[in-house]
């Protein structure tokens, strides 16, 4: 039987470095529309290069291939190489055009393990009064303000766009004053319209519009109502806000729906079903594969006037992904993390004295 075309809007994860005979067989019944991968998939990097083919190959259409590589503690490669300076060190110098090199060298990095998307840029800033605050972003954004953080993602944008990697902005439409980690629960970012409007969303305004994707994150906006519950699954938030009133036309992802945030409140059809229902076209589940097959069958479930939108734009989007190289360079690969090394003993020896 022909698998369901749903499938296609499932970012998956798999558990480990290697793939067994019932995952291989799971992912040719979903044919996700991508994966996106963590440390525990990485051994070493002519492994880890293998197992993305042999994802990409077993999926049988193009897919999106993914990590969190935006430097500093979320850095899922460096387990293998390098670790790249971390955002709040880059805006210790401040200096763009470290930025752009920061972006090319990451684009550099995942080509050559076989990757065309990354999680990146981070585009919530962090103000002093915020230092502190447990809410994830710790070491992780451009600036404490806007407008430090427009020009920064970006140069870092556009340098990995130069080396043919695609970039998504997150998490929309702001993590900056959650108190909470969403990892572990629901967080409430008890802010005005008015205040969002010209502050967390202005720099969505000016970098989100230029990211192949926005990812929107799962926290809680009474702005939007008192019982809006997470904007990752809130129409009036991702297709009033993002797609009606800020014209955004890339693609739109859901942070990862086994965080806390969600699974603490809805299960994984549920969850699903709501974010294809808010605009998304990528759902995230990125670490229970049972979770993915409970999600395709529940969007299969739904009428096709719900999720054949999406399956299109999805098409339509992978197209246009570069195809990763099918072999592995071990020069190329060992290059570009010297020169990542490099550039981190100079971004931090700078910041250090300053």
């Known amino acids: 039987m022909e698998p369901h ?9 798999v558990p480990g470095p290697e793939l067994n005979d019932g995952l291989r067989e799971l992912i040719r019944r979903i044919r996700p529309g991508g994966f996106i991968y963590f440390t525990r998939n990485m051994a ?25 590589q935006e430097g ?10 390098e670790r790249p300076p971390s955002g709040e060190e880059l805006a210790r110098v401040g200096r763009e055009e470290w930025f752009a090199e920061h972006g090319r060298l990451t684009g ?18 962090a103000p002093p009064a915020r230092k502190g605050v447990d809410n994830s972003l710790a070491g992780r954004c451009y600036g404490a303000s806007p407008a430090e953080v427009i ?6 944008l556009r340098g990995l766009q130069e080396e043919g990697v695609g970039g998504t902005g997150k998490h929309f439409p702001g993590y900056t004053f959650c108190g909470l980690d969403p990892h572990g629960d629901l967080p409430l970012v008890d802010r005005t319209r008015e205040k969002i409007e010209k502050e967390e ?6 970098v989100g519009k230029e990211c192949e994707a926005i990812m929107v994150g799962h926290a809680q906006f009474p702005a939007w109502g008192k019982e809006s519950g997470p904007a990752s699954l809130n129409r009036d938030i991702v297709t009033g806000l993002l797609r009606e009133t800020m014209g955004y036309r890339g693609l739109v992802m859901t942070d990862d729906l086994e965080m806390g945030a969600i699974a603490n409140r809805y299960g994984s059809a549920e969850a699903s079903r709501r974010a294809i229902r808010a605009g998304e076209e990528i759902l995230l589940i990125c670490h229970n594969p049972a979770c993915v097959e409970i ?7 739904m009428p096709e006037k719900e999720w054949r939108p999406a399956v299109q734009k999805v098409e339509a989007f992978q197209q246009k992904m570069k195809e990763p190289s099918v072999k592995f360079e071990a020069g190329t690969w060992k290059q570009v993390n010297e020169e990542i090394g490099k550039f ?10 300053r």
């Open 151 to 156: 020009p920064r993602a970006r140069a870092y």
């Open 295 to 301: 999600a395709r069958d529940a969007l299969a479930e």
């Open 72 to 81: 500093g503690r979320v850095s899922r490669l460096a387990v293998m190489g």
């Open 201 to 206: 969303l202005e720099v969505f305004r000016e």
């Open 44 to 68: 070493e990097p002519g492994q880890f290069h293998r197992l993305v083919r042999e994802c990409r190959e077993l999926a049988g259409h193009p897919v999106i291939l993914t990590v969190d």
């Open 5 to 13: 075309p749903a499938g296609r809007l499932i970012v998956m994860g």
């Open 108 to 125: 550099r990095v995942m080509k050559a393990v076989g990757l065309n998307l990354n999680l990146a840029p981070v585009l919530d800033y």
């Open 344 to 353: 981190r003993m100079r971004v931090t020896g700078s910041a250090a004295g």
